[in-house]
């Protein structure tokens, strides 16, 4: 019974979400709304189990001395204080919690987001070596939409064309390729919600009889 | 043969006597807003002479409901507007405008001038309800309904013993090889499922094929680690590799530890996934499902640890990435044909070559419609609206 029922929802939950792409009334924006609402109660119980998680696997590092167990000290001061913080005194402009939140977290974020410009051009550096026939290609291409993105591009524009040039490798050749991925997922993904909906993909349930 | 080409004759008269008796767009006209939930009426009228006039205020537009005794102004439109849409909306000092559904609304619509009185354009009424099948739709349900009885179809005939050929995916074939990798060289097998939520496609795809992979890892005993972006993933993923442990029948071998919950900061996500990278070296480093901005740190971090990587994702911006940085990639769809490349179970294949054949559908509509365009633009541009869908349909 406890495949069997989940199995029954989601055939059930999935045959009537279909229908009710298709149903503008009243009535069908009624149930997609609560469905909605649903999944937002469903995700905030989970987030509570995530976090007892969270803390579960760093108490336990430190505890055990597990290696490195002093970053999981660091983790756990940062909930800490996340929660002392937000329930003590609000989440509002001038909180501490926001504080933590606009000084902190942001720019440690800004700064991994910020690798992002190394890591770029080290992997370009590796893409456009000339090697191959077809890197060689890319590396053309690469040059091309580059310089007809910056304004150097632009002051060369009379002699090389190279924005117009640009913009056609990126609505056609580059386009068609992205459109060709693009339908193999809509059906990859039609293929996957079938297998799920009619029960044949199941490894979703997870362990249990 | 004569009474056909007099029944035609008919037919043709009285087509054409039918066009010439249809009014023509005089006066103002009020419909209900079709493929909606209700309460929405679109409002139409024809130029007025005045709005050729530099003087010219616009239109406004007035409304009576059932049982009111005068016209009310709901709205105003500048010169050249010849619309307006009438549905519920809430003014800045809590004044609600209704519009309900099964009400009969009279509309009235006059000129401004910039002088002198208003002059009628005229009158119309609507009744709005919702409807009960979205016709703009009609496209996208003759489509689906076409995929799903192929795929049907082939599993079926999967189903019933039929050979399947599935050509071979690099990426997938390399999954035996890097897990073999990891166990000689002992040390654990990362698997990172994306950073979306469970009802995203691509992160069930991915969740599935975590499942094939922790079997083999239960199979061989070597160390997996998963780290969680959403806490619902982590709770499913936690169940599926407990449940692969246990079909291996290596029970004792898992470690609830090894799926956890990081964090649903999208950097502090990164920065943690790196933190492991380089503290655990990974041998194998899976990265399926949805990414985003991080999937170059993730992939270039991993590549420095000296990780063999295999990624596959369905977001077409991330792929260059993945190409560049990892050994390899799985391109769109085949990350949602691995599950069945990797169990080879006969109903898996049958959906697999059903999404074949229908690709083999869509490039034959796509060959049809560009001959089609080379012919006439007209029938061309016909037939390509045909798959065109109202994105700003209701639901």
Request: proline share 4%.
């Amino acid at each position: 019974m406890r495949r069997e029922i989940p199995l029954a929802i989601c055939f059930l939950l999935g045959v009537v979400m279909t229908v009710q792409f298709f149903i503008p009334h009243a009535y069908s924006q009624w149930l997609l709304a609560n469905m909605e609402k649903w999944l937002i109660i469903i995700a905030i119980f989970a987030l509570l189990l995530g976090l007892l998680n969270l803390i579960k696997i760093h108490v336990q590092k430190v505890t055990r001395r597990r290696r490195d167990w002093v970053y999981s000290i660091v983790a756990l001061s940062g909930v800490a204080a996340s929660i002392v913080t937000g329930f003590g005194w609000g989440i509002g402009a001038e909180s501490p919690f926001m504080k933590l939140y606009n000084y902190i977290q942001i720019p440690m974020q800004a700064t991994m987001f910020s690798l992002l410009a190394f890591y770029i051009a080290s992997a370009s550096f590796r893409t456009f070596r000339a090697r191959t026939l077809e890197a060689t290609l890319l590396l053309i291409a690469a040059v091309i939409v580059m310089l007809g993105r910056v304004p150097l591009g632009h002051v060369v524009e009379d002699g090389l064309r190279l924005p117009a040039i640009s913009e056609w490798i990126l609505d056609y050749p580059n386009m068609a390729a992205k459109r060709g991925i693009m339908i193999g997922v809509g059906l990859g993904a039609i293929s996957t919600a079938l297998k799920i909906i009619l029960g044949i993909e199941r490894s979703w349930l997870g362990g249990g009889d | 043969m004569k009474k056909i080409g007099v029944l035609l004759a008919v037919l043709a008269l009285g087509g054409f006597a039918f066009a010439e008796a249809a009014p023509g767009p005089a006066g103002v006209t009020a419909i209900d807003l079709p493929n909606d939930a209700g309460k929405t009426i679109v409002l139409s009228w024809p130029a007025s002479p005045l709005d050729k006039e530099k003087t010219f205020q616009g239109y406004e537009i007035q409304r009576r409901a059932p049982g009111e005794t005068a016209f009310a102004p709901i709205g105003q439109t500048a010169p050249g507007e010849f619309g307006f849409t009438d549905q519920p909306s809430e003014a800045e000092d809590g004044t609600k405008h209704l519009v309900e559904n099964g009400v009969k609304y009279e509309y009235r619509v006059f000129a401004l001038p910039g002088k002198g009185e208003p002059v009628a354009m005229g009158e119309a009424a609507a009744v709005a309800k919702g409807q009960w099948y979205n016709t703009d739709r009609t496209n996208v349900l003759l489509g689906i309904a076409f995929v799903t009885s192929v795929i049907v179809f082939f599993i079926f005939r999967a189903k019933s013993g039929a050979k399947l050929f599935v050509r071979k995916i690099a990426g997938l074939e390399a999954v035996d090889e890097a897990i073999g990798r990891a166990t000689e060289m002992g040390k654990p097998i990362l698997y990172v499922s994306g950073l979306s939520d469970a009802s995203d496609i691509s992160t069930i795809a991915a969740m599935t094929i975590l499942a094939k992979v922790a079997k083999k890892t239960a199979e061989y005993e070597t160390p997996l680690i998963v780290p969680c972006f959403d806490p619902i993933v982590m709770m499913v993923e936690k169940e599926m590799v407990k449940e692969a442990y246990m079909e291996a029948g290596k029970p004792d071998a898992f470690d609830e530890d090894s799926v956890f919950f990081v964090t649903q900061s999208q950097f502090g996500y990164v920065a943690a996934v790196d933190g492991i990278m380089v503290r655990e070296k990974p041998a194998t480093n899976f990265y399926m499902g949805a990414f985003f901005a991080e999937s170059l740190i993730l992939a270039e971090t991993g590549a420095a640890t000296g990780a063999i990587q295999i990624a596959g994702t369905d977001r077409v911006t991330q792929l260059p990435f993945f190409i560049t940085a990892c050994d390899y990639t799985l391109m769109g769809e085949e990350l949602y044909a691995a599950t069945a490349y990797l169990s080879r179970d006969p109903l898996f294949l049958g959906s697999l070559k059903g999404q074949d054949w229908s690709k083999g559908a869509i490039m034959i509509l796509l060959i049809l419609g560009t001959i089609l365009l080379l012919i006439s633009t007209d029938a061309g541009l016909y037939f390509a609206n045909l798959f065109k869908t109202a994105a700003e349909s209701a639901g």
